[in-house]
Every structure is written in structure tokens, then in C-alpha cells.
């Protein structure tokens, strides 16, 4: 367990509105990542941060935006949201040797209607 | 960029089998990554491995760097080890920590 929190679990929202899902760890860990995960696809990374407003793009980020302006938080924000973004998102921070082992938080199941 | 190939994509089995799941890279990499997805959505880290073999309890992960592939074991299945495996391999070299993950195997096991 590397203390990492997600909220909310759940939300439903409508298409077009925006949306911020927060990513809260208790360990100090300078990397985090938000993934998606989708039925027939492996969890794909969107936005990753390797310090406080040190963030970088993943292979799927058109649509979402990050910010990181405490070590413990980090937040994706969806600026409108679409039904293609219907997803469960989840956290995760690494650790261990060279940064190598990743912990994630628990999800948060978003549907876009 | 690392493409992961995992197989097979389900898998059932009855308690007590001997189970294998396959994962095939492309890239030479350091290390290789084995994750358990509990159904009810919780994802756990279950091996890191570079080289060799890795044996945890019932689950043993094997690696061959040369052929870029590795395998997850699990001897004596049980119907709580029904979950998804996930294989993933590090991207961009792994220097951020960004791993690529495979779509999973989905394993269920019959009592």
C-alpha cells in the first residue's frame, strides 16, 4: 500500500461539462501518472508528473490537462467532457530501485453521458 | 516504441491446474513488470524481474531477455487467483518510470 487515494470513486457527468478527478498520495513520491483503462485496450498513460508543476504528455492526452502544485496531488482535468472519455482512470506513483515498481490507487469510474 | 503481446486472452482452468501465461515484447529492455487485477478493480504489483526467475508463494515469473518473452506460473490454481494478469515493459527507455502494459489475460478458475 504506497497511501495513494483517489476521488471520487464514481461520478456520471454530461457531455461538455468539465471534470477533475484528484490523485492523493501520503509517501512524498516525486512521480505520478494517471492511466485510462478501457475494455480491449492495456492501460494507456495520459499525463505523468516527475515533480511538483514538472508534468509531461502520454501517449493519449488530447482532451485532458494535468496540474501538480503540491507533491501530494495531482489532478486530471478533463477541460469538456465527451463520451469517448467514458473510462476508469487511475493513479499510480513509482518507486523502488531506478523509479521501476508503480502503485496504484483504487480507480475512478467516469461516465460521460 | 515497446509493443507487448500477452496470451492467451482468457483463460479457464480448474482448481488445482497448473497454469502458464505467455507475454512477447519487441524492445530489449531492463526489467519486466507482472500486475494482478482483482475484479473488483484493485491493481497489485506482483513481480519486477530482469533476468531468470522470480517465485512468490504459488506464482513463479520466468524471463528470457534473448527472446524477449516471460511467463507467469501459477502452480495449484485456486479460485481466488481468478483476477487479470498484466504483463507491462518500461517506454522511452524507462527513464520516467513509463512502463507499456499488455491487454491483459483474463484467468478464471472453476472450484
Not at chain 2, 487479470?84 to 518510470?97: E, H, M, T
Request: some cysteine; aromatic content about 8%; overall charge positive.
Amino acid at each position: 500500500d504506497a497511501g495513494i487515494t483517489q476521488s471520487p470513486r464514481h461520478k456520471v457527468t454530461e457531455t461538455g461539462t468539465p471534470v477533475t478527478l484528484r490523485c492523493h498520495q501520503t509517501e512524498n513520491h516525486r512521480y505520478m501518472y494517471w492511466y485510462r483503462q478501457d475494455p480491449g485496450h492495456g492501460l494507456r498513460l495520459i499525463h505523468y508528473s516527475y515533480g511538483v508543476k514538472d508534468t509531461d504528455k502520454g501517449e493519449v492526452s488530447d482532451g485532458y490537462s494535468v496540474s501538480r502544485s503540491k507533491t501530494e496531488d495531482f489532478l486530471l482535468t478533463l477541460e469538456s467532457a465527451t463520451s469517448s472519455q467514458t473510462s476508469v482512470y487511475f493513479c499510480a506513483i513509482s518507486r523502488g530501485p531506478e523509479r521501476r515498481t508503480q502503485y496504484f490507487g483504487p480507480g475512478t469510474r467516469l461516465l460521460v453521458l | 516504441k515497446n509493443e507487448v503481446e500477452q496470451s492467451p486472452q482468457n483463460l479457464t482452468a480448474q482448481e488445482g491446474e497448473f497454469i502458464t501465461i505467455n507475454c512477447s515484447y519487441s524492445v530489449g529492455i531492463s526489467a519486466l513488470h507482472w500486475l494482478q487485477q482483482h475484479p473488483g478493480g484493485g491493481i497489485v504489483s506482483l513481480f519486477m524481474l530482469s533476468s531468470g526467475k522470480k517465485k512468490h508463494g504459488r506464482l513463479i515469473a520466468t524471463i528470457n531477455i534473448q527472446e524477449k518473452h516471460s511467463s507467469l506460473h501459477i502452480t495449484a490454481s485456486h479460485p481466488r487467483d481468478s483476477a487479470v494478469y498484466i504483463c507491462a515493459v518500461p517506454n522511452y527507455g524507462g527513464s520516467q518510470g513509463n512502463l507499456i502494459f499488455g491487454k491483459g489475460t483474463k484467468l478464471s478458475v472453476k472450484p
